[in-house]
């Protein structure tokens, strides 16, 4: 049977309120546990409870942990959530989505819709995810700081000179050896190189026979040593095999880009905002974490202690 309090934070315990008069047993079992008919025979919320813990119960009961904790935290740091606000962390999360999907940013609203349908965010839990986004944002704003170095490196990064690289890797140094030996017997051409990554690399990049998107050698995100091995290539030339943390890389440099020309007091703002909107998701993730981390939580419900390992 579904438990009322599958959960209690510090001393806080939930109580169901009891029905009205005159509503009838009928009414109340329709309204509050019946979820389903199919050929007449009913699905109470009871039957899904369990199942339902058990599969997706982990992260449900986190985001309902954070949900309580978080609305505490607003209440005693007198923060005010508003719907202007709401609106914004909806255009962010839109943003992301995008992002992640490698869409365009200019995809309409469905496309939103379905990835949200994708990762299960529907009215209720994307609501959730929005306020939470918003108390959390709000909570560590005064603490995120932006420099100047940060900006610059971020305006080198993106309108300095990049590279076009092709990469090919395999799990051992023997395998991403005999590649290169075979891209080279065949010329070392683009093509050669692309088919090879198509049939046979290991990397994401594969399916574009290993192409990347354009990189900067002033780019943290990659490691120094790629970053120096692709430094000293000649558009055109085949790498030599390099060890990564997860296995062995050959590269080719298609082309280098040239600078975009854009200073940096035109690009400052934008830069400026997108250094801060990242930083602030970090502080969030790690604020959210300890929120839990340090809260008393007892779990009173046997299907959710499964699903958090406990």
Known sequence: MLVATAVVIGSTAGCASGPTQGESAVTRRSASETVAVVNGLTIDRSELFEPLAEAAGRAVLDEAL?????????????????????????????????????????????????????????????????????????????????REDEIRLAHSIRHGERHIVRVHTRATEREAAAD?????????????FA??????SDDASAARGGLLDPLSLADPAFPQTVRSLIGGLAEGE????????????VV?????LPPTGVPLEASRAEIESTLRVRKERIAADDLARDLLRSADITVLSAPLRWSRGL
């Open 66 to 146: 954070l949900d309580r904790l978080l609305d505490r935290e607003a209440t005693r740091n007198g923060i005010e959530i508003t719907p202007a606000m709401l609106q914004a962390e909806s255009e962010r999360l839109a943003r992301a989505l995008r992002r992640e999907s490698g869409l365009d940013a200019t995809s309409g609203a469905e496309v939103v819709e379905r990835l949200r349908r994708d990762r299960g965010l529907g009215p209720d839990r994307f609501g959730r995810l929005l306020r939470r986004n918003a108390i959390l944002r709000a909570l560590v704003a005064g603490s995120v700081e932006v």
């Open 180 to 192: 290169r030996d075979e891209i080279l017997a065949l010329g070392g051409s683009s093509e050669a």
């Open 195 to 200: 088919a090879l990554a198509v049939d046979r």
């Open 238 to 249: 085949v790498s030599s095999v390099m060890a990564l943390d997860d296995g062995f890389a």
């Open 252 to 256: 080719r440099l298609e082309r280098m």
